[in-house]
């Protein structure tokens, strides 16, 4: 079976997402701070008439920020909500054989990588396929939801 995955980058990182959580990949975008927000929330966007959060991936992952970079926002859909996934890059689909997935190891597993889905193999490099609905705990669903509401 095949299955496309969208190659997102994060600095010098590279990691995927199946294509069917992206709703789009918007390339121009501005956003509005949220005073007293969680440090990963950059904001909130309007995207085709919805208020959007705007999840900053490097300071969930705790990858260091450098400026100067084209962001890009990965509009993604999770539990009926557009959240919107800060990245360097997003541009890239590859198709892939389930045979070049693997199970993520046991030993990089926690509760912290509950998004961690899958490794795949795509040519010489191992990229994790993240799992974009299990980002956020409950508490941080809700408080995401107050944001969409209150904006």
Avoid: H, W
């Avoid at 994060?10 to 007293?36: R, Y």
């Avoid at 609905?133 to 969409?148: M, S």
């Amino acid at each position: 079976m095949t299955k496309q995955l969208v190659v997102i980058g994060l600095e010098d990182q590279k990691f995927c997402v199946p294509i069917e959580m992206v709703s789009s990949i918007i390339e121009t975008f501005s956003t509005t701070k949220v005073p007293n927000s969680r440090a990963y929330i950059e904001g909130v966007t309007n995207i085709r008439g919805d208020i959007v959060p705007v999840i900053c991936l490097k300071k969930i992952f705790g990858i260091q920020r450098r400026s100067g970079r084209d962001a890009r926002l990965l509009n993604v859909m999770i539990d009926g909500k557009n959240i919107g996934f800060l990245v360097d890059s997003a541009s890239q689909v590859v198709s892939i054989e389930s045979e070049m997935l693997s199970e993520m190891p046991r030993i990089v597993s926690s509760d912290s990588s509950r998004y961690f889905d899958m490794v795949a193999n795509i040519g010489d490099e191992l990229l994790i396929v993240l799992d974009l609905c299990n980002i956020f705990d409950e508490d941080e669903k809700r408080e995401l939801e107050l944001l969409i509401e209150n904006n």
